[in-house]
C-alpha cells in the first residue's frame, strides 16, 4: 500500500533540509500548491507535502515513521479523517484512539513538534463530519494540539489576512523570511487556498 508515494517521499526526504512545517492528509491534500501559496502569502518557513490518496488513521502512524519523521519537523497539520467516515460512523472510540495514537507517534520522535489538527470541509453539512469535527477539536485540546477549522467562515477571513500581510510586506516593514504565521492562520492558507 502506498508503494509510489513511499518511494517519491522518502526520495524527496534526501534532498530536503530538517525542520519547517508538514502537511500530513489525504487525497484532497496531494495537490496544495506549496510554492504558489508560500510566495503569495510570503510563508518563509520550509513547507513539505506529505500526502497520501485515502489515508486513514489506522495506517498513519506506520506511515509518518517511514515519510516524515526523518524531517524533523518543528510543526505538523493534520488532516487526516476523510477516509475514515466509515469507521467514525461505526466505531467512533476506535476513530479516537488511533487518531490519539497517531500523535503519540510523533510526539515519540520529537516532543516539541506543534501538532495542528485540522478539521474536514463540510460544505455538505454532513452530520457525521460534523460530529467527526467535535472529536477531533476534543482530541486536539485534549492533547495539546492546535486546533485549526477550515470551515467555509474563515475563508473570508483568510482573503483579508492576505491584503493585510501584501500591504505590510510591500511597505516594507516586514521582511518575508521573519513573518511568521499563527499555525492556525497557515492551516487557513494551505487548505483554504490548496
Known amino acids: 500500500m502506498f508503494k509510489n508515494e513511499i518511494t517519491k517521499y522518502k526520495a ?46 489506522s495506517c498513519a502512524k ?5 515519510c516524515i519523521a526523518d524531517l524533523c519537523p518543528d510543526n505538523v497539520l493534520l488532516h487526516i479523517g476523510a477516509a475514515d467516515i466509515k469507521l467514525f460512523g461505526e466505531n467512533k472510540q476506535q476513530f479516537d484512539s488511533e487518531y490519539r495514537e497517531l500523535i503519540a507517534g510523533i510526539r515519540k520522535h520529537d516532543k516539541k513538534c506543534n501538532i495542528v489538527i485540522v478539521s474536514l470541509k463540510n460544505s455538505s453539512d454532513s452530520a457525521v463530519i460534523s460530529d467527526m469535527n467535535k472529536h477531533l477539536r476534543y482530541i486536539a485540546e485534549t492533547e495539546h494540539c492546535e486546533f485549526a477549522d477550515i470551515g ?3 475563508i473570508q477571513r483568510l482573503r483579508e489576512n492576505k491584503d493585510v500581510l501584501s500591504f505590510v510586506y510591500s511597505a516594507g516593514f516586514v521582511h518575508p523570511l521573519s513573518n511568521k504565521l499563527p499555525l492556525y492562520d497557515l492551516a487557513d492558507v494551505l487548505f483554504c487556498c490548496g
Open 12 to 57: 524527496l526526504n534526501e534532498l530536503a533540509e530538517q525542520g519547517g512545517s508538514v502537511i500530513f492528509g489525504g487525497s484532497d491534500d496531494i495537490e496544495i500548491p506549496l510554492c504558489e501559496l508560500k510566495q503569495a502569502f510570503s510563508l518563509g518557513s520550509n513547507l513539505y507535502n506529505r500526502s497520501f490518496p485515502e489515508i486513514s488513521v
Open 152 to 154: 467555509v467562515k474563515h
Open 62 to 66: 506506520e506511515i509518518y515513521d517511514i
